[in-house]
């Protein structure tokens, strides 16, 4: 499977858990956006990761959440002490490590706050 | 400024009918205009994108329409079939490597 990996696919966690998100992207590329979509709304962006480095995180929350992409192993965005409104889908997509527009999409995860 | 307004939320057609969903922005650094497919429970599909040095690009029964001077585009499904029933997205960005900001999403339902 050549494309972008995520899991797991449905998290269910209870208010005050934590939620870890994992993202491995398409083979070859090494740039990783993390997106949230609410039920009925579009994508909104949250962060842009290179390997060990976040290039963009202007559209993470200031508390709870966070995200890295170590050398080694996948990109992880972690929500911390989760809340109701945290319920959504999280997308993760991957673009080539020479500058490109194009960015591919992940099947999701889709976190459940109860 | 940072805004992408798409319309219909939603559209339904005949098939065979030709549904057209549209996208306006503000910013105008924004140099990229793709659009994506998304099933109920999948991820956004890049179907097809766009650069403002031209006036439309075609793929399949896919078109784009751009329009640089009122700052808008628009996606044609021509044929359109019941498998194309599904979520529209439109989004844009400023240049290579930088986020995609997208629509609100067209729900299209393509009757048999």
């Known amino acids: 499977n050549a494309g972008v990996m995520q899991n797991p696919r449905h998290l269910v966690r209870r208010r005050g858990q934590e939620a870890r998100l994992r993202c491995s992207p398409m083979k070859g590329h090494s740039h990783v956006y993390w997106y949230r979509q609410l039920p009925e709304e579009g994508l909104k962006f949250m962060v842009y990761l290179q390997k060990e480095n976040i290039i963009d995180e202007s559209g993470m929350p200031k508390e709870r959440f966070s995200a890295e992409f170590p050398k080694e192993g996948p990109s992880i965005l972690r929500i911390q002490q989760v809340v109701r409104g945290d319920s959504a889908a999280y997308f993760c997509?991957?673009?080539?490590?020479?500058?490109?527009?194009?960015?591919?999409f992940g099947p999701g995860t889709r976190l459940t706050v109860t | 400024q940072q805004q992408v307004k798409q319309s219909p939320q939603s559209l339904i057609v005949q098939k065979g009918g030709i549904p057209i969903i549209n996208c306006a922005y503000e910013?105008?650094?924004?140099?990229?205009f793709p659009w994506y497919q998304q099933f109920p429970g999948k991820g956004p599909a890049l179907l097809i994108a766009i650069r403002p040095d031209v006036s439309e690009k075609k793929e399949g029964r896919f078109t784009i329409s751009f329009n640089k001077s009122a700052k808008q585009f628009s996606l044609h499904i021509m044929d359109s079939q019941p498998g194309d029933s599904a979520t529209y997205f439109c989004?844009?960005?400023?240049?290579?490597?930088?986020?995609?900001?997208f629509g609100g999403g067209t729900r299209l339902m393509v009757k048999p």
């Open positions: 997509a991957s673009s080539p490590p020479s500058e490109s527009y194009e960015q591919y």
């Open positions: 910013n105008t650094a924004f140099d990229y």
């Open positions: 989004a844009a960005s400023p240049w290579a490597g930088n986020m995609l900001t």
